[in-house]
C-alpha cells in the first residue's frame, strides 16, 4: 500500500521528540525511527521564566541531531511543533525563530486548546472509541495537562491547564521522596487547577465512564502496573497501549512510589530511568485528576500529540512509491 513519510519534531517540556513514520491511507503508522533529547525546559521556564542561554545551545544542539537523523530517513512531509514550555517562556518567541533556522522548516506554537484536540485525534486512533458516545482524552506532559471530549468523530471541546510533571515539581520544589505534606500540597494544587477539565466533564457527565490518557508518565505507570505482575519480554518491555488502570490501582501505585527514594523506584520492575525521578509526581497529580473528575479508571493510549499531528496533517492525504 502505498504511504507517505512523515518526519514530527514534537519540543516538549521536559524532552525534544523526533518521529518518522510511514503513514497509509487507512491510518496506520509504521515507525521508521525515534529521536528523544531530555532537556528539561519546562522546569526552567518554571524556575526563572525563560530559556537560559546555556540550556539554549543544548537545545540546538539536540536539535542540530535530530535533524540530522530526520533528514537522512527522507521524509515527504516534516511537522514541527513546540508546546508548553515554549508557550510560557518570556523569550520563546526567540527560542523558536533561533530553532527553525536549525530545523529549516516553520515551527507550529501550538495554544493549548490546539495541543488537546491534537493529542485527542491521536488517542481516538489509537484506542477504541464508539460514534455517539462522548470520551474524555488526558494527555499529562511535563508543562501542561490537556483534556479533551468527544468521540469517535468529533471533538466537542478541548482545554489546557497549568499541570505538568516538571511544573509542579519545580513550583513546589519536591524532595526525593516528597515528603507527606508535599504529597498534600502538590494533590491540593492539581485539584486547585482542575477547573476548566471539571467544567468539560460536567457539560458532558458521560464522558467519565471512559477516560483515555496519554503521556510518558501514565504509560510508565501502566508498566509498572504491569511489571509487578509479569515479567517483561527477554529483549523489549511491556506494551501498554489500552491496559486499564483502576482508580484502586492508581492510587496504590502511587502510595508506594511517594515512600520510595529513586534507587528504590529504580529497583522496581518496568521503571526507566528517564522517568523516575518525576514519577511520583506524575503520579500524585493522577490520582488527584481521577478523584477530582469521578473517574474510574484510565485507558492507557501509546498514541497522542505526535501521532495527531501525522494524522491531522493527512487529511488530504499524498502517497510515497
Known sequence: ?????????????????????????????????????????????????????????????A?????????????DVTVALATAALRDSANGKSVLRRFEEVLEVPIRLLDGGEEARLCFVGQRAGVWTERGRPVIGLDLGGGSLEACVGDATEMRAAVSVPIGTARMAEELDLSDPPTPRQVRKLARTTASRLGPVRALVDGEPEARH???ASGGTVRALARLAMGLH????????????????????LHQLT??????DLAGRLAL?????????????????????VDELGLERLVVSDWGLREGAVLDALRPVTTRG
Open 269 to 289: 520492575p518496568g521503571v526507566q530511568q528517564r522517568r523516575a525521578a518525576l514519577l511520583p509526581a506524575g503520579a500524585v497529580i493522577l490520582s488527584a485528576l
Open 230 to 249: 509479569r515479567p517483561a519480554p527477554a529483549g523489549g518491555e511491556l506494551q501498554v497501549n489500552q491496559v486499564e488502570l483502576p482508580t484502586g490501582q
Open 1 to 61: 500500500m502505498p504511504t507517505v513519510r512523515v518526519a514530527v519534531y514534537d519540543l516538549g517540556s521536559t524532552s525534544f521528540h523526533l518521529m518518522v513514520v510511514d503513514a497509509g491511507r487507512d491510518g496506520t503508522l509504521e515507525p521508521v525511527l525515534r529521536r528523544r533529547s531530555f532537556l528539561h525546559l519546562g522546569a526552567e521556564v518554571a524556575r526563572t521564566g525563560s530559556v537560559g542561554s546555556e540550556r539554549l545551545a543544548a537545545a540546538v544542539r
Open 210 to 212: 471512559r477516560a483515555l
Open 63 to 75: 536539535l542540530r541531531r535530530l535533524h540530522a537523523a530526520a533528514a537522512a530517513a527522507g521524509p
Open 255 to 260: 502510595d508506594r512510589l511517594v515512600s520510595l
